[in-house]
C-alpha cells in the first residue's frame, strides 16, 4: 500500500473528507472497496466527470478496490441542480445512456488483478424496493432538517420554482447505494465532487444509522478556471468524453489553450505523470512559457488518456497541418472536419466552382478579408494561401482539384499569413 491520501493532497483533490486521520490510515494499512458514481442524464460523460474517474484510477493502482456504479435509477430521477427541475428522460433513453456511459468508464479502471473493478448499477436493488419498504427501511433514517440544509435543495425551496418530491429524495437513493454496496462488497469509502458532499454524507450516515459502521467519504473541489469561467466549457459548449460530441481534435486544443495561471494545476488533476515529473515541467515552463511545454503535455496525456494515442497524433497532425507544417491531405476527413469547423467560414457554390471562382472572392467570402481589393493585395504581398499552397496570381481561381473532403462534405482551407486562417465550404 502507498500513502494515497497524502498524494492526492499534493494533486489538490481533497476538498474535504470524513475524519481525514481515519481516512488516511485505512489508504495505507488496508486495501479498501471504494466507490464512484455516475448518472446516465446525458449520452456522454464530460471534462468534470473526469476529475472522479481518474481520481478512481488513482485509488485502484495504489491497491484499492473500485466499484464504478452507473446510476440507471437514480438517473431516472436526476440530481437536484440550483437552476431548476431536471426533465426526465424516457426509461429507454435512460438505458441507452447506461450503456454508453459503463463504456467510457470501462476504458479509465483495470478489470483484471487482486484488486479489479466491478461495475455496478443501482437500478438492480432499487427497481425491488417497493414505496412501503423504501420509506419504512431507509426514508426514516432521513431527518428531513438535515435534507432541507443541503445546499442545492435549500436554494431551490427559496425559489419561485421550488424542489418537486421526486429530486428531493435523491439523496436518500444515493444513501441507500451506498448502504448496499456496503452490504453486498464491504464498500467503506464514496468519493465524489464537493457539490456531491451531502449526498456523499447521507450515505455515510444511513450506514452509521443502520449498521452501526463507520465509512468513509472523500469529496475532490470543483475544478476552475483563473479567469473566472466555468472549467470544461468552450464557446462552442461542453467538452465532453465522446468523440462524437466533442472530436477528439477539438479535445486536445482545449488543453493547449490552457492559461499559463492554470496548466499546473491541471496537470496534477488529470495527469497520471508523477509529481516530481511534473515539478520539472512546471520549471522548465516558468524559465520558458512561450515554449508551452506544459500546455503541450497537458494536451498529450489527457488525450491519450480518453481517446487513444492515435486519436492524439492525428489531433496534433491537424494543427500542424492547418498551418503549414504538415499534408492536408494526408489527414482523414473527420480529423479534417474537426480541425476547420472553428473558422471563420462562408460558402461558395458549386455552380461558383464551375464556372472558376476568383481565389480572392472565395478570400472574401471566408471573412478573413473585408474585401476583394485586401485580398488581392494579400495575394501580391505573397501572404496568401489556399491548402497552405502560396497563390502567386491574382487571377487565380479555385477548381474541384482544391476542395477537401470532409464527413460534411467539401472544404477549401485558406490563411492569409502566418496565424489568420478560414474556409468556405462547398455546397449544392
Given at each position: 500500500m502507498t500513502d494515497i491520501f497524502s498524494e492526492l493532497k499534493a494533486r489538490g483533490?481533497?476538498?474535504?473528507?470524513?475524519?481525514?486521520?481515519?481516512?488516511?490510515?485505512?489508504?495505507?494499512?488496508?486495501?479498501?472497496?471504494?466507490?464512484?458514481?455516475?448518472?446516465?442524464t446525458a449520452p456522454s460523460l464530460h471534462m468534470g466527470n473526469l476529475v472522479q474517474l481518474l481520481t478512481a484510477a488513482r485509488l485502484q493502482r495504489a491497491g484499492h478496490n473500485p466499484l464504478a456504479l452507473v446510476g440507471g435509477a437514480t438517473g431516472l430521477i436526476g440530481d437536484p441542480r440550483?437552476?431548476?427541475?431536471?426533465?426526465?428522460?424516457?426509461?429507454?433513453?435512460?438505458?441507452?445512456?447506461?450503456?454508453?456511459?459503463r463504456a467510457q468508464v470501462e476504458k479509465f479502471l483495470d478489470f483484471d488483478g487482486p484488486n479489479a473493478a466491478q461495475i455496478v448499477n443501482n437500478l438492480d436493488w432499487t427497481s425491488q424496493l417497493s414505496a412501503i419498504d423504501f420509506l419504512r427501511d431507509i426514508g426514516k433514517h432521513f431527518p428531513v432538517n438535515r435534507m432541507l440544509a443541503k445546499e442545492s435543495v435549500s436554494a431551490r425551496l427559496n425559489s419561485e420554482a421550488g424542489i418537486s418530491f421526486t429530486e428531493f429524495s435523491y439523496q436518500i437513493l444515493q444513501g441507500n447505494d451506498y448502504l448496499e454496496l456496503n452490504r453486498r462488497y464491504g464498500c467503506s469509502l464514496q468519493t465524489g465532487g464537493s457539490d456531491q458532499w451531502g449526498n456523499l454524507t447521507s450515505g455515510v450516515d444511513l450506514i452509521r444509522r443502520v449498521e452501526q459502521k463507520s465509512v468513509h467519504a472523500l469529496a475532490t473541489p470543483l475544478i476552475t478556471k483563473a479567469d473566472g469561467t466555468k472549467f470544461g466549457k468552450t464557446e462552442s459548449g461542453t467538452v465532453w468524453l465522446d468523440s462524437s460530441l466533442t472530436s477528439p481534435y477539438a479535445f486536445s486544443q482545449f488543453w493547449l489553450n490552457a492559461d499559463d495561471r492554470d496548466v499546473v494545476k491541471y496537470l496534477k488533476v488529470f495527469s497520471l505523470r508523477p509529481l516530481d515529473e511534473i515539478d520539472a515541467i512546471e520549471a522548465e515552463f516558468t524559465a520558458a512559457p512561450h515554449t508551452r511545454v506544459a500546455q503541450k503535455a497537458l494536451a498529450e496525456?489527457?488525450?491519450?488518456?480518453?481517446h487513444g494515442r492515435q486519436a492524439y497524433e492525428q489531433a496534433i497532425a491537424a494543427a500542424s497541418a492547418l498551418f503549414g507544417g504538415g499534408e492536408l491531405t494526408g489527414l482523414d476527413s473527420s480529423t479534417l472536419g474537426a480541425a476547420t469547423s472553428e473558422l471563420p467560414r462562408g460558402e461558395v457554390s458549386t455552380t461558383q466552382l464551375a464556372e472558376g471562382l476568383p481565389v480572392a472572392d472565395a478570400f472574401v467570402a471566408s471573412g478573413i478579408v473585408k474585401s476583394k481589393g485586401e485580398a488581392r493585395r494579400a495575394i501580391k504581398d505573397g501572404g496568401a494561401y489556399v491548402n497552405n499552397v502560396k497563390v502567386a496570381d491574382q487571377e487565380q481561381t479555385l477548381t474541384s482539384d482544391d476542395v477537401l473532403s470532409t464527413e460534411a462534405g467539401g472544404v477549401v482551407l485558406l490563411r492569409r499569413g502566418k496565424k489568420t486562417l478560414g474556409a468556405v465550404d462547398i455546397v449544392g
Open positions: 483533490l481533497v476538498a474535504v473528507s470524513t475524519d481525514e486521520t481515519a481516512l488516511q490510515k485505512a489508504l495505507a494499512e488496508e486495501s479498501l472497496t471504494y466507490y464512484v458514481g455516475f448518472d446516465p440550483m437552476s431548476g427541475e431536471r426533465t426526465l428522460n424516457p426509461r429507454e433513453v435512460v438505458e441507452e445512456w447506461v450503456a454508453k456511459i496525456d489527457v488525450t491519450t488518456l480518453v
